[in-house]
């Protein structure tokens, strides 16, 4: 007994020790570690952005955003920092945009994708394909941007992440309108249209009735099945819940949420342009 109680107190104290030293490593490199790390964010600012004088920073639902001003207060850029959802886990990456929302570059900050397959996401050959492509682009998967046989769904991730931010920056911070639909304007009919998906197109058809949209079907996507069943049947049904395509498309699976709103989008702007109608 009198063992046992020795043996308790011994682990107690040893599990006391190690904790006050981890505690205390930790406050002696933490400083340490974040200036190293605003030091080399520094250096990236002034990599992309030469005329780089100060910054302000703004959070969009769980982004960040560096507006980069020059000597002159004159908006030059935005420096994401973004974490998206990889293979393997999170991929935190910066997205440097010039004032005309033209990606200036990419760097990956961090991930954990597997070496020698996923990682490839950290070469400049990859890196650069982005390099001069803006919101204007489609930047679709296998088309404007190379998908990595291995690695289909580190590339993927970082693709539509890519394509996403770039709206993000000039619908928030360039003055790029963002089109809204008038439903009620559409006619009675079905309806198809695709977007860009994480590997290829995803495509759905809409059905419209007195004004409202009625149904929402995926005919065809490459998502991967584990992640997509995420957003479908539940970005269906919040479009139709609120008949709007502002939508929360926080899920499991975002972006390909976000592909099928798009999508749904494309099949409603055709119908309007049939009809010769307009927002």
């Known amino acids: 007994m009198r063992d046992i109680l020795r043996l308790s107190i011994t682990l107690a104290l040893v599990g006391i020790l190690s904790a006050s030293l981890l505690t205390y490593i930790h406050g002696v490199t933490a400083p340490i570690i974040a200036?190293?790390?605003?030091?080399?964010?520094?250096?990236?600012?002034?990599?992309?952005?030469?005329?780089?004088?100060?910054?302000?920073s703004e959070q969009q639902d769980g982004d960040y955003f560096d507006l980069i001003y020059d000597s002159s207060g004159n908006l030059i850029g935005i420096m994401s920092t973004i974490q998206q959802q990889?293979?393997?886990?999170?991929?935190?990456?910066?997205?440097?945009?010039?004032?005309?929302g033209v990606i200036l570059g990419l760097l990956i900050i961090s991930h954990s994708e597997t070496p020698g397959i996923g990682d490839i996401i950290t070469t400049d050959s990859f890196k650069e394909q982005f390099i001069g492509k803006s919101y204007e682009d489609p930047i679709t998967a296998g088309e404007d941007v190379d998908?990595?046989?291995?690695?289909?769904?580190?590339?993927?991730?970082?693709?539509?992440?890519?394509?996403?931010v770039a709206g993000v920056i000039a619908e928030k911070y360039l003055g790029q309108e963002k089109d809204i639909i008038d439903i009620a304007a559409i006619?009675?009919?079905?309806?198809?249209?695709?977007?860009?998906?994480l590997a290829g197109p995803l495509t759905v058809v809409v059905e419209v009735a007195g004004g409202v949209i009625v149904s929402i079907e995926v005919l065809e996507h490459s998502e991967t099945p584990t992640y997509f069943i995420e957003s479908y049947p539940l970005i269906p049904e919040r479009i139709i819940a609120e008949q709007q395509?502002?939508?929360?498309?926080?899920?499991?699976?975002?972006?390909?949420?976000?592909?099928?709103?798009?999508?749904?989008?494309?099949?409603?702007?055709?119908a309007l342009e049939e009809e010769g109608g307009g927002e």
């Open 147 to 164: 998908i990595v046989s291995g690695a289909t769904v580190s590339t993927s991730a970082m693709i539509s992440s890519v394509r996403r």
């Open 187 to 197: 006619p009675d009919g079905i309806y198809q249209g695709s977007a860009p998906g």
């Open 35 to 56: 200036e190293r790390q605003e030091a080399e964010y520094r250096q990236a600012l002034e990599l992309f952005f030469p005329d780089f004088d100060s910054f302000e």
């Open 86 to 100: 990889g293979y393997d886990g999170y991929i935190t990456y910066n997205l440097a945009v010039d004032g005309e």
């Open 245 to 270: 395509l502002d939508v929360d498309t926080e899920t499991g699976a975002t972006l390909s949420a976000e592909s099928i709103v798009d999508a749904v989008r494309a099949a409603l702007s055709g």
